[in-house]
């Protein structure tokens, strides 16, 4: 049986005349075979990002004194909705704030914790969070650590000891330092950072590709000796501005590094400066690009090896963020973005980016998860839930198994950065019997009907619709005021034809049961 929540619209001047517009026939097909699948996916590509910069840990997840924090100063409000974003892996302490960090300052009783001149972001840091606080946190949140060594500012040695410290079981004098703070064993952290953004003039410790590359792979060596379990990214290139060859970078960083390290870094942020609603919503096909450009450049790297070694991708850093920038972005409340309906949208289609790579991007942490340019923003007295909140928390939440190979049939516009953009944006997993299709509808203000086909499958029972929309593409949340959230409801589908009207301006998911 089809199933169909359709809806008769106009062609208008603003957007092209779709042929399936009050005609018997949808305007797009997603066609899906379940037995072709990229790849697992990784429960690590819904990471999320806390660095000391604003009011992102000293005021967002960490607020000593706050009646809404507990006895170790720990926001409760804004743990519980971080949990209920299914954090996989929290990176931590940067970020650029990383490039002059010593971790030995963020040790011992708080109140002897020494207060130093922060010098990424232009304030002074009071240490009082450092390598416990955040552990205790990322347990607290059940997830996993990944933590950035400075190789800015640090030295081999301080990368190695912090591993030491952190992960050695043996009786030395840094374990038993570890100890004295309070803590008997090890917590094994497995993911770990050579250094964040190493390529870009603005990072503290910057160096040329080779200089990088050569050094970092000291490091590496000194950490792996310490703990030869743990996972090294090794930091690729971020500058993507005029002049830059990140493609160069990224294949010298390699030939350094292709031995030691098991990912490498990806960072990307897109906005909405020329206010272009169509051009913006096809940002995640600079994303898909760059993905693959440096897929290729990985390939070249490791091919013809035969110890059958792998590297992926680690987008360690990625979100929207655009109006919150320039010279005067620097101290306490800094870099706090207020999105909207459409950049909610644009994430939904970076995460769809995230899952059609499954076989090459194994991390993602968006950058960053409170106050600063993230999804929950908080004061004195309580938080709100960003816009682009209700995205991450359906994909983290539901899309499991392999990454399925969609062939998606949809209408195409123009833009001043891409020639041919399909309205229709998707991605599709299948865990089990269990099917779950992420689509954006790029049109602002027509809906689109699609048939989901499958090829070798058929729908069984209830179809779970969940929609992330608002009122228009520019709403947005606020203190008390949630114009942009996620509405559910339930169709029924049997037969291998569900056939579905995506309204505009809009993500949803679609999760099914199939015979």
């Given at each position: 049986?089809?199933?169909?929540r359709?809806?008769?619209?106009?062609?208008?001047?603003?957007?092209?005349?779709?042929?399936?517009?009050?005609?018997?026939?949808?305007?797009?097909?997603?066609?899906?075979?379940?037995?072709?699948?990229?790849?697992?996916?990784?429960?690590k590509?819904?990471?999320?990002?806390?660095?000391?910069?604003?009011r992102?840990?000293?005021?967002?997840?960490?607020?000593?004194?706050?009646p809404?924090?507990?006895?170790?100063?720990?926001?409760?409000?804004?743990?519980?909705?971080?949990?209920?974003?299914?954090?996989?892996?929290?990176?931590?302490?940067?970020?650029?704030?990383?490039?002059?960090?010593?971790?030995?300052?963020?040790?011992?009783?708080?109140?002897?914790?020494?207060?130093?001149?922060?010098?990424?972001?232009?304030?002074?840091?009071?240490?009082?969070?450092?390598?416990?606080?955040?552990?205790?946190?990322?347990?607290?949140?059940?997830a996993?650590?990944?933590?950035?060594?400075?190789?800015?500012?640090?030295?081999?040695?301080?990368?190695?000891?912090?591993?030491?410290?952190?992960?050695?079981?043996?009786?030395?004098?840094?374990?038993?330092?570890?100890?004295?703070?309070?803590?008997?064993?090890?917590?094994?952290?497995?993911?770990?950072?050579?250094?964040?953004?190493?390529?870009?003039?603005?990072?503290?410790?910057?160096?040329?590709?080779?200089?990088?590359?050569?050094?970092?792979?000291?490091?590496?060596?000194?950490?792996?000796?310490?703990?030869?379990?743990?996972?090294?990214?090794?930091?690729?290139?971020?500058?993507?501005?005029?002049?830059?060859?990140?493609?160069?970078?990224?294949?010298?960083?390699?030939?350094?590094?292709?031995?030691?390290?098991?990912?490498?870094?990806?960072?990307?942020?897109?906005?909405?400066?020329?206010?272009?609603?169509?051009?913006?919503?096809?940002?995640?096909?600079?994303?898909?690009?760059?993905?693959?450009?440096?897929?290729?450049?990985?390939?070249?790297?490791?091919?013809?090896r035969?110890?059958?070694?792998?590297?992926?991708?680690?987008?360690?850093?990625?979100?929207?963020?655009?109006?919150?920038?320039?010279?005067?972005?620097?101290?306490?409340?800094?870099?706090?973005?207020?999105?909207?309906?459409?950049d909610?949208?644009?994430?939904?289609?970076?995460?769809?980016?995230?899952?059609?790579?499954?076989?090459?991007?194994?991390?993602?942490?968006l950058?960053?998860?409170?106050?600063?340019?993230?999804?929950?923003?908080?004061?004195?007295?309580?938080?709100?839930?960003?816009?682009?909140?209700?995205?991450?928390?359906?994909?983290?939440?539901?899309?499991r198994?392999?990454?399925?190979?969609?062939?998606?049939?949809?209408p195409?516009?123009?833009?001043?950065?891409?020639?041919?953009?399909?309205?229709?944006?998707a991605s599709?997993?299948?865990?089990?019997?269990?099917?779950?299709?992420?689509?954006?509808n790029?049109h602002?203000?027509?809906?689109?009907?699609?048939?989901?086909?499958?090829?070798?499958?058929?729908?069984?029972?209830?179809?779970?619709?969940?929609?992330?929309?608002?009122?228009?593409?520019?709403?947005?949340?606020?203190?008390g005021?949630?114009?942009?959230?996620?509405?559910?409801?339930?169709?029924?589908?049997?037969?291998?034809?569900?056939?579905?009207?995506?309204?505009?301006?809009?993500?949803?998911?679609?999760?099914?049961?199939?015979?």
């Amino acid at each position: 049986m089809e199933v169909t929540r359709r809806a008769v619209f106009a062609a208008s001047a603003s957007a092209p005349f779709l042929m399936g517009a009050g005609s018997a026939g949808p305007d797009a097909t997603i066609r899906i075979d379940t037995g072709r699948t990229r790849g697992p996916i990784d429960r690590k590509v819904f990471g999320n990002f806390i660095e000391h910069l604003g009011r992102c840990i000293d005021g967002g997840v960490f607020q000593e004194g706050s009646p809404l924090s507990d006895s170790e100063g720990f926001r409760k409000d804004v743990l519980a909705a971080a949990k209920n974003l299914d954090v996989s892996l929290l990176r931590w302490p940067g970020g650029n704030f990383s490039s002059n960090y010593d971790w030995m300052d963020g040790i011992g009783p708080r109140n002897q914790r020494p207060r130093r001149l922060e010098m990424a972001w232009g304030t002074v840091e009071n240490n009082r969070f450092g390598t416990h606080e955040f552990l205790d946190y990322v347990a607290k949140l059940g997830a996993e650590p990944y933590i950035c060594a400075n190789l800015g500012t640090g030295t081999w040695t301080m990368a190695q000891r912090w591993v030491e410290y952190i992960n050695c079981d043996q009786d030395t004098a840094i374990t038993r330092l570890r100890k004295k703070n309070g803590r008997e064993k090890p917590w094994k952290v497995k993911y770990w950072g050579l250094g964040n953004e190493m390529d870009g003039p603005w990072q503290m410790g910057h160096r040329s590709a080779e200089d990088y590359g050569k050094f970092a792979r000291e490091a590496a060596k000194l950490m792996r000796l310490t703990d030869p379990d743990i996972k090294l990214v090794a930091a690729g290139a971020a500058n993507f501005g005029p002049g830059s060859d990140w493609i160069a970078w990224n294949r010298t960083v390699l030939h350094y590094l292709k031995d030691y390290a098991d990912y490498i870094s990806l960072h990307l942020y897109v906005g909405n400066p020329k206010n272009d609603f169509g051009d913006f919503l096809a940002s995640s096909l600079d994303l898909d690009q760059r993905i693959e450009a440096l897929s290729g450049v990985i390939d070249a790297a490791m091919a013809g090896r035969q110890d059958g070694r792998k590297m992926y991708i680690a987008l360690d850093e990625w979100n929207v963020w655009y109006r919150a920038r320039g010279p005067k972005q620097r101290g306490r409340d800094i870099l706090e973005e207020h999105y909207n309906l459409e950049d909610a949208l644009v994430v939904a289609t970076f995460l769809n980016s995230i899952i059609n790579h499954a076989d090459v991007v194994k991390i993602g942490n968006l950058a960053q998860m409170v106050n600063v340019i993230a999804p929950i923003f908080t004061n004195d007295h309580g938080l709100y839930l960003q816009t682009i909140y209700y995205p991450l928390q359906l994909f983290a939440g539901n899309v499991r198994g392999d990454s399925l190979k969609l062939d998606v049939n949809a209408p195409t516009y123009k833009s001043p950065r891409f020639d041919s953009i399909p309205y229709i944006d998707a991605s599709g997993a299948l865990d089990g019997n269990t099917l779950v299709v992420n689509v954006v509808n790029r049109h602002l203000d027509q809906p689109i009907s699609v048939a989901v086909a499958l090829e070798n499958r058929s729908f069984a029972g209830p179809v779970k619709v969940s929609e992330v929309n608002g009122p228009d593409n520019k709403a947005q949340n606020d203190f008390g005021k949630t114009l942009v959230k996620t509405t559910t409801n339930s169709v029924t589908a049997s037969g291998n034809t569900l056939t579905y009207s995506f309204a505009p301006h809009s993500y949803t998911q679609i999760k099914a049961t199939l015979a």
